[in-house]
């Protein structure tokens, strides 16, 4: 036999790579696979890694469930379910991340995402990126010792502004929204309108998802209509994946976010803001400018700055000119400095 053929050989034989493969294809509890779908996917992702049903349950019985945190259905607490064969097998729900470690960077990273990701996501959502945040702070307490130990709590990310709180998404809404745009698959789901105060039924193609503050979005088309909408996740009663392809072969998420309407325009282009400005506003945004082609120059006779910048002619920028109350004064446009003093006298009202 040559070289090459024993290497072959070997290759064909080792449980190594096998393994590393199989525990790639398990899912993290409450999702499961069974063996005869392992079984299958192995062969799928190299026909050398041909197993018998028996040989491969006793592998995943054997020495990878006694190291690598794995469920097995034959020891659910469920009689029905340990009934059932094939057996199915996941991952315990907090078993940690696996290969490769996790470096310091990486974990410092994650800690810092989840104080920030805590004020937009939804509980549940935050909940299925549990075993990463655990495993960032065990590699980072892991890594120092004595009075230090508890080093991953002194990392914050403070939200700019006042935080909402996300709101509240149905678990299994989450999961079969994310399995239908993974997958191209239509959703029937229910929905509730805020206008009506009633929930319609409607089947949906799935285009994208956006995170925006405290509320997610599903970018989706109705069954029989062109145009495309979002659609509040936390406001779906309930969704099921429906078992026919989704359209979104054309769809644009960059395209389609300027004209959406998160912030709905006030104007077609953008608007030239000329504005004085407080010095410490002034200093702010030299170091976080509003865009890339933003302007300062010192004016006379005042520790006062002018502004000169390019904005989009959309309710965002004219709610944050507004908040800033008197560390600005709006030169031009006119229109929108005329706003801001119709705002603030009805305001004034009020007092």
């Given at each position: 036999?040559?070289?090459?053929?024993?290497?072959?050989?070997?290759?064909?034989?080792?449980?190594?790579?096998?393994?590393?493969?199989?525990?790639?294809?398990?899912?993290?509890?409450?999702?499961?696979?069974?063996?005869?779908?392992?079984?299958?996917?192995?062969?799928?992702?190299?026909?050398?890694?041909?197993?018998?049903?028996?040989?491969?349950?006793?592998?995943?019985?054997?020495?990878?469930?006694?190291?690598?945190?794995?469920?097995?259905?034959?020891?659910?607490?469920?009689?029905?379910?340990?009934?059932?064969?094939?057996?199915?097998?996941?991952?315990?729900?907090?078993?940690?991340?696996?290969?490769?470690?996790?470096?310091?960077?990486?974990?410092?990273?994650?800690?810092?995402?989840?104080?920030?990701?805590?004020?937009?996501?939804?509980?549940?959502?935050?909940?299925?990126?549990?075993?990463?945040?655990?495993?960032?702070?065990?590699?980072?307490?892991?890594?120092?010792?004595?009075?230090?130990?508890?080093?991953?709590?002194?990392?914050?990310?403070?939200?700019?502004?006042?935080?909402?709180?996300?709101?509240?998404?149905?678990?299994?809404?989450?999961?079969?929204?994310?399995?239908?745009?993974?997958?191209?698959?239509?959703?029937?789901?229910?929905?509730?309108?805020?206008?009506?105060?009633?929930?319609?039924?409607?089947?949906?193609?799935?285009?994208?998802?956006?995170?925006?503050?405290?509320?997610?979005?599903?970018?989706?088309?109705?069954?029989?209509?062109?145009?495309?909408?979002?659609?509040?996740?936390?406001?779906?009663?309930?969704?099921?994946?429906?078992?026919?392809?989704?359209?979104?072969?054309?769809?644009?998420?960059?395209?389609?976010?300027?004209?959406?309407?998160?912030?709905?325009?006030?104007?077609?282009?953008?608007?030239?803001?000329?504005?004085?400005?407080?010095?410490?506003?002034?200093?702010?945004?030299?170091?976080?400018?509003?865009?890339?082609?933003?302007?300062?120059?010192?004016?006379?006779?005042?520790?006062?700055?002018?502004?000169?910048?390019?904005?989009?002619?959309?309710?965002?920028?004219?709610?944050?000119?507004?908040?800033?109350?008197?560390?600005?004064?709006?030169?031009?446009?006119?229109?929108?400095r005329e706003a801001i003093l119709e705002r603030n006298q009805r305001v004034i009202s009020l007092y």
């Open positions: 036999m040559s070289v090459d053929q024993k290497m072959s050989s070997r290759k064909k034989k080792d449980p190594t790579r096998r393994n590393v493969v199989l525990l790639r294809l398990i899912p993290r509890y409450p999702a499961s696979i069974s063996t005869v779908q392992l079984r299958d996917a192995l062969l799928q992702e190299d026909p050398d890694f041909d197993i018998s049903p028996r040989s491969l349950q006793r592998d995943l019985e054997g020495m990878l469930n006694g190291r690598f945190n794995l469920m097995c259905s034959k020891d659910h607490e469920d009689a029905a379910i340990r009934r059932k064969r094939p057996y199915r097998w996941s991952y315990e729900p907090h078993a940690r991340a696996g290969a490769p470690v996790m470096s310091s960077a990486e974990a410092l990273a994650l800690c810092l995402s989840e104080n920030h990701l805590r004020h937009l996501l939804p509980p549940d959502v935050m909940a299925l990126l549990g075993p990463h945040f655990s495993d960032a702070h065990s590699r980072i307490n892991g890594q120092i010792s004595g009075g230090h130990g508890r080093w991953a709590q002194r990392v914050r990310s403070m939200p700019n502004g006042k935080a909402l709180l996300p709101a509240v998404v149905d678990g299994t809404v989450w999961n079969t929204v994310a399995e239908a745009l993974l997958h191209q698959r239509q959703l029937q789901v229910d929905y509730l309108s805020r206008a009506k105060g009633e929930s319609k039924r409607m089947n949906l193609h799935p285009k994208g998802l956006v995170s925006r503050g405290p509320a997610s979005y599903l970018i989706a088309s109705v069954s029989g209509y062109q145009d495309v909408r979002h659609f509040a996740l936390h406001r779906i009663v309930q969704a099921s994946l429906l078992d026919l392809r989704s359209d979104d072969d054309a769809f644009d998420m960059d395209h389609y976010l300027p004209g959406a309407a998160f912030t709905p325009r006030q104007g077609s282009g953008n608007i030239e803001l000329i504005a004085e400005i407080h010095p410490q506003l002034a200093w702010t945004l030299r170091e976080t400018p509003l865009c890339e082609d933003q302007h300062l120059e010192a004016m006379e006779a005042t520790d006062w700055v002018r502004l000169h910048a390019q904005l989009p002619d959309d309710q965002e920028n004219f709610w944050w000119l507004y908040s800033l109350g008197d560390n600005i004064r709006v030169l031009q446009p006119t229109a929108l």
